[in-house]
């Protein structure tokens, strides 16, 4: 039997077009093969700074700095000063020109801190760093051994190698606060500046050369990441080493802090990045979470005392009387040096922060955490 629509095949039909497109999405992203690895110097509001090298460019320009923004796919991954990333588009660093950050290289070290330290949500500050500088001055404001010691845990467990600076040593000698750490291999300089009567009242004394040549021998070939309480000094010494212009401000006289003057890391390259030498300059501090540090860690950056551990029964959880926990005879022995029993004590302040048993008002043992 036929009709009027014997004409019409298969091929005929007509297929309504799908209400999400007419053609599916490919999942497939583009490889990117001619990108240009930059390294990140600051973060600002979706906005990505990087330094692209001369070499990296490979275009017969100078080294500049890129402003770029994450691709979509991207915008879940934090992006942190220090991150290598690879960048397509305008790599020319013109005023007004985008570039857009398509990878983050894989990071050989990150440097976090949690809330406090019970939250074990991490935040990423800074990545690729081998280096933290650990900041403190002699007075003004009051150096504090609990920063110091949270800070050498943080760094035992991102794998940067600590250094300790002490600034404003023209106050008060700092050998008394030093001691504890004396004896632990760690690099320690200080800043010795002299008041040549060229200086205003209340302006701060310039860094001493010999200081600054020092300072510079120990990061010469590094990534460092600089570490400290507002007030201490830190932009100061960033300025003298890098030729930058980090705001820098006074201690208030009241409460005897500093006030807040760099509000993101930044990184900055000494000598164009030659021999990959960069510091990176962060926010004062005022509390550092280590929530998601291990307890091992903590205990691991205590090296002094590590070895006693040894002899401890399974288990042991190292605070004071703890059954067969072998730390307090190896203090008393002096095994620990002649300040193990401060260093003890701050250890199991650490440990036991951890399980928020600490006392309200133990401000040496909370010093430390939140940037900014």
Request: negative net charge; contains cysteine; hydrophobic residues 40%.
């Amino acid at each position: 039997m036929s009709g009027r629509w014997d004409h019409y095949d298969e091929s005929a039909a007509r297929i309504r077009p799908s209400k999400r497109g007419s053609r599916p999405r490919s999942k497939r992203r583009p490889e990117h093969q001619d990108a240009v690895i930059g390294r990140i110097v600051t973060v600002d509001r979706g906005r990505y700074r990087a330094h692209v090298s001369a070499e990296a460019a490979d275009d017969g320009a100078p080294a500049r700095v890129v402003t770029a923004v994450r691709a979509k796919e991207l915008r879940r991954k934090p992006v942190v000063p220090g991150d290598r990333v690879s960048l397509v588009g305008d790599l020319s660093g013109q005023p007004g020109t985008l570039a857009r950050l398509v990878k983050i290289q894989p990071r050989t070290t990150m440097l976090r801190r949690s809330a406090d330290d019970t939250d074990e949500v991490e935040r990423v500050i800074v990545a690729n760093a081998d280096q933290l500088l650990i900041v403190v001055a002699a007075a003004n404001p009051e150096p504090r051994h609990g920063f110091v010691d949270r800070a050498l845990a943080a760094a035992f467990d991102a794998g940067l190698d600590p250094l300790i600076c002490v600034t404003k040593a023209d106050l008060r000698d700092p050998e008394e606060f030093l001691a504890p750490y004396r004896h632990l291999q760690i690099p320690i300089v200080i800043s010795h500046p002299v008041d040549d009567g060229s200086i205003d009242p209340g302006m701060s004394l310039p860094l001493d050369q010999d200081f600054l040549a020092e300072v510079q021998e120990l990061l010469a070939g590094h990534i460092t990441v600089l570490l400290g309480h507002s007030g201490v000094g830190k932009s100061t010494l960033v300025n003298a080493l890098t030729g930058s212009t980090r705001a820098t401000s006074h201690v208030n006289v009241v409460t005897g802090r500093g006030r807040h003057t760099s509000s993101s890391a930044q990184a900055i390259a000494i000598d164009d990045g030659v021999d990959d030498t960069w510091v990176i300059d962060t926010p004062g501090v005022r509390t550092l979470g280590l929530g998601h540090v291990p307890a091992e860690n903590i205990l691991a950056a205590f090296t002094d005392l590590v070895p006693a551990t040894a002899e401890c029964p399974r288990g042991c959880t190292h605070a004071a009387g703890a059954p067969g926990c072998m730390l307090d005879p190896w203090v008393a022995e002096g095994k620990a040096g002649p300040a193990g029993a401060q260093r003890l004590d701050s250890l199991r302040k650490l440990l036991l922060s951890r399980t928020d048993a600490l006392e309200e008002g133990d401000d040496d043992a909370k010093e430390l955490g939140t940037l900014g």
